[in-house]
């Protein structure tokens, strides 16, 4: 199998550049060892917390406010052709819920939680289900002096169990039925993020109609169903452009000819694959992932072995754990402004995503918004070079 571009992790940074080189007629192929951080997160795009405090050596920086933008609105219209819209301004942070009852600021949201932003002090009705886990209704009365709360027994506890009960046309009717009963006042209702596997719209339209309510849903703790709508249908869109995935498996070998990678074997049980490339983009995430791999006296990049670059000096964690400054999150490959790394011997892999240096995805609130930007940023310049 001989492909145009073989790209390394299947996260949102592999699967927004497959979709560009699919859709430019490029023969693409994803390998991804497992499922990526988008699975678990909240499904919304965070993309900065503050963008004029974005540093000179952050990838967005390289990339620039244009392309940040256009990136944006790249993977919007994709979520829209894909089925699964979503909501809001590229450079425009909203409030939404998160499951402790805490808002907090993201930038592109699904359509489901599109209403949390106006709910702040507003009445509130939490709908939640019987014994659910990790997730208390309570939490939510300090946010309002007009809170009520009404629990539907889905007859299983688990985000996934609620969630996949939804996707059956009986269940939504029986819950449709009961929440006719519960004749709500307040103007606005959340409900966990549980309102089926796939896009809530429908359901979500329908509770607006028997209830007179602004309705949005509220993330849970992972595992969180709009993260997992949101890489569910980012791959299903990337295969239906003709992209070939190549999952559940990592890299034993790489093979190269002079300066150019040529393969990469996949480490299938009794069966290698061989999967030869014209060029690789390396999307393996950072340290959560297995990109990257912190030794005692130094950090690894695990396909390519490509220099690492580390912040100088000790500490690499600083005391407090939760520290959003940890010098280690500046970790990762220092790449050019065509997205390849420095100081490599091969002239056909380029880097995107998490494991770019100084990505600080904490620090800046820009986990999945850098993901889109540098992801798209990159596949463009190895299209680039495969002219
Ligand atoms: C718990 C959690 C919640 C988060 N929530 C949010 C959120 O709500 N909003 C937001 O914007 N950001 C969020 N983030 C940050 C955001 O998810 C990440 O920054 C972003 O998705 C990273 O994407 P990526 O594609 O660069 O890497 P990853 O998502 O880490 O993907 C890397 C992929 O590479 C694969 N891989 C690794 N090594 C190999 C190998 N050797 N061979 C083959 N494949 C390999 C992995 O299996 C994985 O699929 C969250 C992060 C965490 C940890």
């Known amino acids: 199998m001989k492909y145009d571009v073989v790209i390394i992790g299947g996260g949102m940074t592999g699967l927004i550049s497959s979709i560009y080189l699919s859709s430019k007629g490029l023969k693409t192929a994803v390998v991804s060892k497992g499922d990526p951080v988008c699975s678990i997160s909240s499904g919304c795009i965070d993309v900065a917390g503050d963008f004029q405090g974005i540093p000179d050596d952050h990838p967005y920086t390289m990339a620039g406010r244009e392309k940040v933008r256009s990136a944006l609105m790249y993977f919007k219209e994709i979520m829209k052709d894909a089925g699964l819209p979503y909501w809001g301004e590229v450079f425009e942070n909203r409030s939404i819920y998160t499951p402790i009852a805490k808002k907090r600021e993201t930038c592109l949201v699904p359509f489901s939680m599109k209403n949390a932003d106006g709910a702040k002090g507003k009445s509130l009705h939490i709908i939640s289900f019987q014994g659910m886990k990790d997730f208390f209704p309570g939490y939510f009365k300090e946010d309002t002096s007009d809170f009520n709360c009404s629990l539907f027994d889905a007859g299983t506890l688990t985000t996934v169990g609620i969630a996949t009960k939804f996707d059956d046309p009986a269940f939504r009717e029986q819950f449709i039925l009961w929440l006719k009963e519960c004749r709500i006042q307040e103007e606005f209702i959340g409900i966990p993020a549980v309102l089926g596997t796939k896009n809530p719209q429908k359901l979500i339209d329908q509770i607006e109609l028997v209830t007179g309510c ?109 520290d959003t400054e940890q010098p280690l999150g500046r970790a990762g490959i220092r790449v050019s402004s065509h997205y390849q790394p420095v100081d490599s011997p091969w002239k056909n892999i380029f880097v995107a995503g998490s494991i770019l240096e100084n990505s600080q995805i904490m620090k800046y609130h820009c986990g999945h918004g850098l993901a889109i930007v540098t992801g798209l940023d990159a596949a463009e310049n190895c299209e680039e070079y495969l002219k």
């Open 214 to 322: 602004k309705v949005f849903e509220i993330p849970t703790l992972p595992p969180s169903m709009p993260g997992l709508r949101l890489f569910r249908k980012l791959k299903s869109y990337s295969s239906l452009q003709g992209v070939d995935f190549f999952w559940g498996h990592g890299i034993s070998e790489i093979t190269e000819e002079e300066n150019l990678v040529t393969s990469l074997i996949i480490d299938q049980p009794g069966r290698p694959t061989i999967i030869e490339g014209r060029s690789f983009i390396l999307t393996t995430g950072s340290f959560v992932s297995g990109g990257l791999f912190a030794e005692k006296e130094s950090i690894r990049e695990t396909v390519f072995n490509l220099p690492v670059s580390i912040p100088p000096g000790k500490p690499r964690l600083n005391d407090s754990f939760f």
